[in-house]
């Protein structure tokens, strides 16, 4: 079976290659070759994503280890909540969640509403055309996520630069990135000790501060810290921008979303299942003892990349898997993931897409492209796939 060079590249980044739909029909489980040169095996159906993301035999540490097979040039933190498994994943896990859940979400949508309605009150009054990406995704994620983890605007915008390293695929060297990792984890270092020196209204302090026996060490909040900033951030830049470009890439949707405003919550679950934000569709795993999905043999060692994105589209779970429909009811996405390791975040998520979505097509009547949709410049070298920028008009 012929390998595939992967990530597959794509004339639409913001949504899964074409040639998925021949895979999940003709080679399921996949070889492929990472950009490091490793080799590895793509899962590309539903059932076999949520079977592989559930079985910790597939394992995140392994894949973490010294000498396991990397998708990127940079090692993997082995103290992270993305790269550990069992009994020391379930105790920082446990530690974290109370700050991600639907309660807490609920909490902070009339403070998500507020950012969203301040963005576009400074977006609108430079009048258009405006570059929805600069001018309000990135900004209202970067308020969301500095407000929840109570980081300052200046210490945002050093982030940022970091965390543009960090994502790299191939647009920085190896030291660059590792330069990258070294100064988000003193960033948030110097942020632990000063929570614990002078408490605030935040997640960290709530962290630093929670009780004895849940407390977590300066390691593993740093390396938690850092996972939550570009995840709270990039993913959430890239979330809005490009269910914009799918929204108002589909006008006759985007006006019924406007005729019927109930659909909103439908919507987001569709935008959630029919975009692609993510390069790989999910973090690497390694086989830790002999295993099989859909009749293929996986030997322990090897890596397996699932697909969500795949996943997603598959027409043994989806009716009209292509289709983007805001009015489809059965609509079981993986796109926060499966398993132990699923989206500690996705309730933050789903409230920061609905808000901004529901603000822009109330606010916007008229929104629309300010370019041809194959004109749309693409960062093409992160793992999370955006546009650099996206020029609307009203």
């Not at 492929?32 to 590309?44: K, S």
């Not at 379930?90 to 807490?104: D, I, K, M, N």
């Not at 920085?172 to 590792?178: C, Q």
């Not at 008229?366 to 650099?388: F, N, S, T």
Request: glycine share 6%.
């Amino acid at each position: 079976m012929s390998e595939i060079e992967f990530p597959i590249r794509t004339n639409s980044p913001h949504l899964p290659p074409e040639e998925f739909a021949e895979l999940r029909e003709n080679r399921p489980v996949c070889p492929i070759r990472l950009p490091t040169g490793a080799g590895a095996w793509l899962v590309t159906r539903h059932a076999d994503n949520r079977a592989l993301l559930a079985d910790q035999r597939f394992s995140r540490a392994a894949a973490a280890a010294a000498g396991a097979p990397r998708a990127r040039a940079i090692p993997l933190d082995r103290r992270s909540i993305t790269t550990l498994d069992g009994t020391e994943h379930a105790r920082l896990r446990s530690a974290v969640a109370r700050g991600f859940t639907a309660h807490r979400a609920r909490a902070m949508r009339p403070v998500v509403e507020r950012i969203a309605a301040a963005r576009l009150d400074v977006l609108t009054a430079s009048g258009p055309p405006a570059d929805l990406v600069a001018g309000f995704a990135r900004p209202v994620a970067l308020d969301v996520i500095g407000g929840l983890i109570g980081i300052t605007v200046d210490d945002l915008s050093r982030f940022r630069s970091r965390a543009d390293a960090y994502l790299s695929v191939d647009a920085h060297s190896p030291e660059e990135m590792e330069e990258a990792v070294a100064g988000l984890r003193s960033m948030l270092s110097a942020l632990v000790a000063e929570r614990r020196a002078e408490p605030a209204d935040d997640l960290f302090t709530d962290l630093v501060h929670a009780p004895e026996e849940e407390r977590l060490d300066t390691g593993d909040l740093v390396s938690f810290g850092t996972t939550l900033l570009v995840a709270g951030y990039e993913t959430v830049v890239a979330l809005i921008a490009n269910s914009v470009v799918v929204l108002l890439g589909r006008p006759e949707q985007t006006a019924l979303l406007r005729e019927r405003p109930e659909l909103l919550d439908r919507a987001v679950e569709e935008l959630l299942r029919f975009t692609s934000i993510s390069v790989s569709g999910g973090t690497l795993r390694v086989a830790v003892e002999d295993m099989e999905l859909s009749g293929q043999r996986i030997a322990a060692g090897e890596a397996v990349q699932p697909s969500t994105s795949a996943a997603n589209r598959d027409p043994r779970v989806f009716s009209e898997p292509d289709r983007f429909d805001v009015t489809r009811k059965h609509n079981p996405h993986i796109a926060f993931g499966h398993g132990i390791h699923r989206c500690l975040g996705a309730s933050l998520a789903r409230l920061e897409l609905r808000t901004a979505i529901g603000a822009l097509l109330s606010r916007l009547p008229g929104l629309r492209l300010a370019v041809e949709e194959e004109e749309i410049a693409w960062d093409r070298r992160k793992m999370i796939r955006a546009p650099h920028a996206l020029p609307v008009t009203w």
